[in-house]
């Protein structure tokens, strides 16, 4: 089966009637469309455009993250920002490392300098059991409950415009009945239940910010997702998307298991974003680890052998999700592997910010295999068609130029190129 049969929901004609400032019709000329951005979005975390927008590093490590960031944008348009309430250990420090201190500013730059840069950023997350807020252990349930909302109304309406796209919920599954240590949101959790909790967490959310894309987060894959997916939607919780993480830290799912996961939510109808990917280029974590927290090892290295591994695995997964219709977005957990959670070998990029065998996989498919370039001529009345791939473009006809989106609308445009 060819591309345009297996990518055609990826694609669209265009018809376009090009005139010039007077209004004539530029006829017999050669035009060029060059897509500048994918509608899909291909993404990873991104956490270090916090150092690098606010500039809080030692000199000499600027460079190597602004380094970092380049090669970030010069593959993806989607970017997760962190916010936990609490501190994640030995991993990310909190948003809000004092009650009533939030990072609002430092995070405010970083998502200013990825929009700037045309990239769509997420918020992560605005509501889980684990890294929150220690001081909620003071207070009652109900104090709680008062406390987790005025946390969702600050952080979506100071970052409406800048962040309009979260992950409101994170790992419902298991919040209930989470057992490690005692956290205020597993507490609420057991009195309102899961689709209860959920409930008053989107409206919360939606009432803060009526046109933002909200998204149910979750690691388990399981048929106890698809219930409480379920069970969500008959209570007539307005989900946009189903967030499905795949951290495969203890080996590549399979083509198999991917299908299968991707058919079994398909039958809700709701996009879908894999929003925390991970493949790794290094050894596997052995199977018998049930926390991936748990596993603590302070050197982790990429290997050849796993970085071929990595690749192979990467060309093969986001080939099967950009297939599928319901798919939106692919998000790595790490771009890099300078920092990445429980020092894991799971970046595109190793320590030292140079690429990986699956960074150029990658760049290859978004950049080349899944881009539109190409060069037509108008006709006598200056109309011109094209087929390409979603998304944005800028037309070129000798010295002058335009730009616009190409969506599945079908419509015929009229364009002024000056």
Not at 24 to 50: C, W, Y
Not at 98 to 114: D, I, N, S, V
Request: hydrophobic share 35%; net charge negative.
């Amino acid at each position: 089966m060819g591309r345009t049969n297996q990518l055609a929901h990826r694609m669209a004609r265009k018809t376009m009637k090009l005139v010039d400032v007077t209004g004539n019709p530029v006829s017999r000329k050669e035009v060029t469309f060059t897509q500048t951005n994918h509608q899909f979005l291909f993404g990873s975390g991104m956490f270090d455009a916090i150092e690098v927008a606010n500039r809080n590093v030692p000199p000499n490590r600027l460079p190597f993250l602004e380094d970092k960031l380049d090669k970030f944008l010069d593959i993806f348009n989607f970017a997760t920002l962190p916010f936990y309430w609490g501190e994640f250990p030995n991993y990310q420090e909190a948003f809000e490392p004092e009650k009533g201190k939030p990072r609002t500013t430092e995070l405010k730059a970083a998502a200013q300098l990825l929009k700037d840069r045309n990239v769509t950023v997420k918020g992560h997350p605005l509501v889980w059991h684990t890294a929150t807020a220690p001081w909620l252990l003071d207070m009652s349930n109900e104090e709680i409950l008062k406390a987790q909302f005025a946390r969702i109304e600050r952080e979506v309406t100071d970052f409406k415009g800048l962040i309009d796209m979260w992950d409101v919920i994170n790992e419902v599954v298991i919040m209930p009945i989470y057992d490690k240590y005692d956290n205020g949101i597993t507490r609420i959790a057991k009195d309102l239940g899961r689709v209860g909790i959920i409930k008053e967490m989107f409206a919360k959310t939606r009432e803060a910010n009526p046109g933002a894309t909200l998204l149910l987060n979750d690691f388990n894959t399981s048929t106890n997702y698809d219930i409480l997916i379920d069970g969500c939607l008959n209570a007539g919780i307005p989900i946009d998307k189903i967030g499905i993480q795949s951290h495969q830290h203890q080996g590549y799912w399979g083509r198999e298991k991917l299908e299968e996961v991707l058919e079994r939510f398909s039958k809700f109808g709701l996009p879908i974003h894999f929003t925390e990917n991970t493949l790794l280029s290094g050894q596997l974590m052995p199977p018998e680890i049930v926390d991936l927290n748990d596993y603590k090892v302070t050197d982790w290295p990429s290997t050849p052998e796993g970085e071929e591994r990595q690749a192979k695995q990467v060309e093969e997964m986001y080939t099967i999700l950009f297939q599928h219709p319901l798919v939106e977005a692919i998000s790595s957990w790490e771009f890099s592997d300078d920092g990445a959670w429980i020092n894991a070998p799971s970046g595109f990029v190793r320590r030292d910010n140079s690429p990986k065998p699956s960074y150029d996989v990658l760049k290859k498919l978004i950049k080349g295999d899944w881009l539109t370039n190409v060069t037509c001529e108008t006709d006598d009345d200056g109309m011109v068609s094209f087929e390409g791939f979603l998304g944005e473009y800028e037309l070129r006809c000798g010295d002058k130029k335009g730009s616009f989106q190409l969506d599945k609308d079908g419509e015929m445009v009229r364009m002024v190129i000056k």
